[in-house]
T-cell receptor
Framework: DQQVKQNSPSLSVQEGRISILNCDYTNSMFDYFLWYKKYPAEGPTFLISISSIKDKNEDGRFTVFLNKSAKHLSLHIVPSQPGDSAVYFCAASLSGSARQLTFGSGTQLTVLP | DTEVTQTPKHLVMGMTNKKSLKCEQHMGHRAMYWYKQKAKKPPELMFVYSYEKLSINESVPSRFSPECPNSSLLNLHLHALQPEDSALYLC???????????????FGDGTRLSIL
């Protein structure tokens, strides 16, 4: 049973526009969420996180939104740049087993120049 | 540049070989992790070390043997692997505060392992 789902395997966006990556989860006990970016031949790079006590966290061009009632989070990238082209993974953890991240299957973002 | 360094970057080995993967971090993190990632799949947790002690083993076969000789180093010893063990092996580390909640894990670039 996949507890963290990224239903869009791929997304293409024009440079300068907004990229919105979505993630849904089924376990209501998850209380910490993260987004990672992964380039080919590199490890995942931590981007931004949010705890369940918040509904928004912003860091530069990246904003994560959390809707606990819908069990949904999203990553907004504004403005999108060609260098943002990568696979984006969302991940979630429980306070009781914080070291065990459950990852989604990833979304390939392509930013077109 | 990643602050978690993994060596080697690539490794090809036969099923009877013994080899080791190495991971090093100098961020003062006291939690370290091994993950396995197959193509087009998310990372899967294998082991977690907290303060140099094994705290989580996700039912990994005994042909994978982790070792944490000190707070900066993490090894994964490999023996008698199978072709299906071919994958990208990722090391990660995080600060250890309380249960580790709220501490993002930082990954190395991985070792691409191929079993012949």
């Amino acid at each position: 049973d996949q507890q963290v789902k990224q239903n869009s395997p791929s997304l293409s966006v024009q440079e300068g526009r907004i990229s919105i990556l979505n993630c849904d989860y089924t376990n209501s006990m998850f209380d910490y969420f993260l987004w990672y970016k992964k380039y080919p031949a590199e490890g995942p790079t931590f981007l931004i996180s949010i705890s369940s006590i918040k509904d928004k966290n912003e860091d530069g061009r990246f904003t994560v939104f959390l809707n606990k009632s819908a069990k949904h989070l999203s990553l907004h990238i504004v403005p999108s740049q060609p260098g943002d082209s990568a696979v984006y993974f969302c991940a979630a953890s429980l306070s009781g087993s914080a070291r065990q991240l459950t990852f989604g299957s990833g979304t390939q973002l392509t930013v077109l120049p | 540049d990643t602050e978690v360094t993994q060596t080697p970057k690539h490794l090809v080995m036969g099923m009877t070989n013994k080899k080791s993967l190495k991971c090093e971090q100098h961020m003062g993190h006291r939690a370290m992790y091994w993950y396995k990632q197959k193509a087009k799949k998310p990372p899967e947790l294998m082991f977690v070390y907290s303060y140099e002690k094994l705290s989580i083993n996700e039912s990994v076969p005994s042909r994978f043997s982790p070792e944490c000789p000190n707070s900066s180093l993490l090894n994964l010893h490999l023996h008698a692997l199978q072709p299906e063990d071919s994958a990208l092996y990722l090391c990660a580390s995080s600060q250890e505060k309380g249960s580790g909640w709220g501490q993002p894990q930082h990954f190395g670039d991985g070792t691409r392992l191929s079993i012949l």
